[in-house]
């Protein structure tokens, strides 16, 4: 097998187990299962990664830091408003769980199965949150001295913000359970939650 096509195989195990993990978890996945929807023997799957606890730390890795880096990653936007470039990072989280919406059901059960897996993601993650922390937190402690935002610890912004983006998308599957939403209704509730979560934040700052 040459590179090219190890590449490609490597990527599609991946794409598929990454695909049934966020469907179905990790107990309910197997590499067989793996497998046969990549088209390919467990075999190579174990060749790649060796077990199927390898893979799922892979993907769950990949997710754990996009939900993170979602959170900050847009901040660095130049010389607006403080309370504009947090309207920016809450709508920019908010859409990539829109856009991933089985990540927070994914990260909670992972953790729930294995508390050990906070210590080993700290240590391998440090840097991102200790980094994009940093000049957030210059902003925020600036305008709290300019008396522009009431006293509160960018701890207490950061989960409060989480906490109301990813409700939504952990409770939707029983909400479309209890109410018989149509596509368009859906939709609609997503986008007034979006505005709603952002004016509740912006509304908690006020001094």
Do not use: W
Not at 129 to 146: C, D, K, R, Y
């Amino acid at each position: 097998m040459d590179i090219k096509n190890e590449q490609t195989t490597e990527q599609v195990i991946l794409e598929v187990a990454e695909r049934l993990f966020l469907e179905k978890g990790f107990a309910l996945t197997s590499t067989t299962e793996i497998a046969k929807e990549v088209g390919c023997n467990q075999a190579l799957i174990h060749y790649y990664f060796r077990t199927k606890e390898n893979l799922f730390n892979v993907i769950f890795e990949k997710k754990f830091k996009m939900f993170f880096q979602g959170v900050f990653e847009k901040q660095n936007m130049g010389n607006i408003q403080f309370t504009d470039k947090l309207k920016f990072v809450i709508e920019s989280h908010f859409d990539l769980l829109k856009n991933n919406p089985r990540i927070p059901t994914l990260i909670l059960n992972e953790l729930s199965r294995q508390p050990e897996q906070i210590k080993i993601l700290r240590e391998k993650l440090h840097e991102i949150p200790e980094q994009l922390f940093a000049e957030l937190n210059t902003e925020l402690q600036t305008e709290i001295a300019n008396g522009r935002i009431r006293n509160i610890s960018l701890i207490d912004l950061v989960t409060s913000m989480i906490s109301l983006n990813v409700a939504l998308f952990v409770m939707m599957p029983v909400v479309e359970k209890i109410l018989p939403l149509s596509e368009t209704q859906k939709e609609q509730m997503i986008a007034h939650r979006r505005l709603e979560n952002v004016e509740f934040i912006l509304k908690s700052l006020r001094p």
